[in-house]
Protein backbone atom coordinates (compact mmCIF):
# COMPACT_ATOMS: atom_id res chain seq x y z
CA UNK A 1 0.00 0.00 0.00
CA UNK A 2 2.01 3.16 1.19
CA UNK A 3 1.58 6.59 1.15
CA UNK A 4 -0.31 7.92 -2.06
CA UNK A 5 -0.85 11.23 -3.31
CA UNK A 6 -2.89 12.86 -6.56
CA UNK A 7 -0.42 14.70 -8.49
CA UNK A 8 -0.38 17.30 -11.71
CA UNK A 9 2.09 18.61 -13.64
CA UNK A 10 1.40 21.47 -16.48
CA UNK A 11 3.50 22.59 -19.08
CA UNK A 12 2.28 25.69 -20.74
CA UNK A 13 4.12 26.69 -23.94
CA UNK A 14 3.78 29.88 -26.79
CA UNK A 15 3.50 27.39 -29.91
CA UNK A 16 3.49 23.86 -30.45
CA UNK A 17 6.93 23.85 -31.90
CA UNK A 18 8.49 24.76 -28.88
CA UNK A 19 6.70 22.22 -27.29
CA UNK A 20 7.56 19.73 -29.84
CA UNK A 21 11.68 20.26 -29.67
CA UNK A 22 11.21 20.01 -25.54
CA UNK A 23 9.46 16.71 -25.63
CA UNK A 24 12.29 15.38 -28.20
CA UNK A 25 14.68 16.75 -25.71
CA UNK A 26 13.15 15.31 -22.46
CA UNK A 27 12.48 11.71 -24.66
CA UNK A 28 16.53 11.71 -24.39
CA UNK A 29 16.36 10.51 -20.41
CA UNK A 30 16.77 6.89 -19.89
CA UNK A 31 14.61 7.33 -17.27
CA UNK A 32 11.88 8.58 -19.52
CA UNK A 33 12.13 5.46 -21.66
CA UNK A 34 12.46 3.04 -19.31
CA UNK A 35 9.45 4.58 -17.41
CA UNK A 36 7.33 5.15 -20.40
CA UNK A 37 6.82 8.66 -19.09
CA UNK A 38 6.66 10.34 -22.63
CA UNK A 39 3.20 8.50 -22.60
CA UNK A 40 1.80 10.15 -19.89
CA UNK A 41 2.39 13.69 -20.63
CA UNK A 42 -1.18 14.62 -22.12
CA UNK A 43 -0.79 17.29 -25.40
CA UNK A 44 -2.79 20.20 -24.53
CA UNK A 45 -4.41 23.11 -26.93
CA UNK A 46 -5.86 26.19 -25.29
CA UNK A 47 -6.16 28.17 -28.69
CA UNK A 48 -4.54 31.15 -30.10
CA UNK A 49 -1.29 28.85 -30.57
CA UNK A 50 -0.65 28.17 -26.54
CA UNK A 51 -0.30 24.57 -26.27
CA UNK A 52 0.74 22.51 -22.99
CA UNK A 53 1.54 19.48 -21.76
CA UNK A 54 -0.61 17.51 -18.66
CA UNK A 55 0.20 14.66 -16.49
CA UNK A 56 -2.11 13.48 -14.09
CA UNK A 57 -1.37 10.56 -11.32
CA UNK A 58 -4.36 9.63 -8.99
CA UNK A 59 -3.45 7.73 -6.01
CA UNK A 60 0.66 7.40 -6.76
CA UNK A 61 3.27 7.44 -4.67
CA UNK A 62 5.12 10.23 -4.95
CA UNK A 63 8.58 10.44 -3.43
CA UNK A 64 11.84 12.27 -4.68
CA UNK A 65 13.92 9.63 -4.72
CA UNK A 66 11.72 6.91 -7.32
CA UNK A 67 13.29 7.49 -10.89
CA UNK A 68 10.00 7.88 -12.31
CA UNK A 69 9.15 10.82 -10.22
CA UNK A 70 12.85 12.20 -10.94
CA UNK A 71 11.66 11.62 -14.72
CA UNK A 72 8.37 13.62 -14.72
CA UNK A 73 10.01 16.37 -12.44
CA UNK A 74 13.03 16.01 -15.65
CA UNK A 75 10.12 18.35 -17.65
CA UNK A 76 10.87 21.44 -15.56
CA UNK A 77 14.66 21.13 -16.19
CA UNK A 78 14.31 20.80 -19.95
CA UNK A 79 11.95 23.69 -19.89
CA UNK A 80 14.15 25.89 -17.69
CA UNK A 81 17.08 25.19 -20.38
CA UNK A 82 15.28 25.82 -23.39
CA UNK A 83 14.45 28.90 -21.49
CA UNK A 84 17.78 29.40 -20.51
CA UNK A 85 19.33 28.86 -23.97
CA UNK A 86 16.75 29.48 -26.56
CA UNK A 87 14.54 32.21 -24.82
CA UNK A 88 11.45 30.07 -24.45
CA UNK A 89 8.71 31.04 -22.75
CA UNK A 90 6.93 28.98 -20.50
CA UNK A 91 5.16 28.50 -16.96
CA UNK A 92 5.20 25.18 -15.05
CA UNK A 93 2.78 24.41 -12.49
CA UNK A 94 2.90 21.51 -9.98
CA UNK A 95 -0.03 20.74 -7.45
CA UNK A 96 0.41 17.38 -5.30
CA UNK A 97 -2.45 16.66 -2.49
CA UNK A 98 -0.80 13.92 0.19
CA UNK A 99 -3.37 11.21 2.08
CA UNK A 100 -3.11 13.50 5.44
CA UNK A 101 -5.45 16.57 5.21
CA UNK A 102 -2.33 19.18 5.77
CA UNK A 103 -0.22 17.42 2.81
CA UNK A 104 -0.99 19.75 0.31
CA UNK A 105 2.04 21.28 -2.25
CA UNK A 106 1.59 23.68 -4.53
CA UNK A 107 4.34 25.40 -7.44
CA UNK A 108 4.30 28.03 -9.92
CA UNK A 109 7.80 28.66 -12.17
CA UNK A 110 7.23 30.37 -15.55
CA UNK A 111 9.45 32.95 -17.81
CA UNK A 112 10.40 36.37 -16.29
CA UNK A 113 9.95 38.20 -19.82
CA UNK A 114 7.90 40.48 -21.95
CA UNK A 115 7.26 37.87 -24.39
CA UNK A 116 5.84 35.41 -21.41
CA UNK A 117 2.21 35.79 -23.50
CA UNK A 118 0.80 35.83 -19.79
CA UNK A 119 1.52 32.00 -19.91
CA UNK A 120 1.46 31.55 -15.90
CA UNK A 121 -2.27 32.79 -16.30
CA UNK A 122 -2.89 29.42 -18.03
CA UNK A 123 -1.80 27.90 -14.70
CA UNK A 124 -3.61 29.97 -12.61
CA UNK A 125 -7.08 29.39 -14.35
CA UNK A 126 -6.62 25.39 -15.10
CA UNK A 127 -4.46 24.72 -12.42
CA UNK A 128 -6.45 24.52 -8.86
CA UNK A 129 -6.50 22.55 -5.61
CA UNK A 130 -9.91 22.71 -4.07
CA UNK A 131 -10.45 20.50 -0.79
CA UNK A 132 -14.24 19.79 -0.65
CA UNK A 133 -16.85 17.41 1.10
CA UNK A 134 -20.07 17.06 -0.91
CA UNK A 135 -22.94 15.95 0.28
CA UNK A 136 -25.54 15.34 -1.52
CA UNK A 137 -28.72 13.98 0.45
Known sequence: MGYRSDVVLMAVFSNAEEREEVLAIYRMDPRVAEH????????????????????????????????????????????????????????WGEARIGEDDTDIEWVLDYSDSKEDHGLQEFIYDNLQIIRRIELSV
Open 36 to 91: RLEEMWRKVDFGDGTVGLVYEGHSVKWYDGYDDVQGLQHMQGVIENFNQERGFAFA
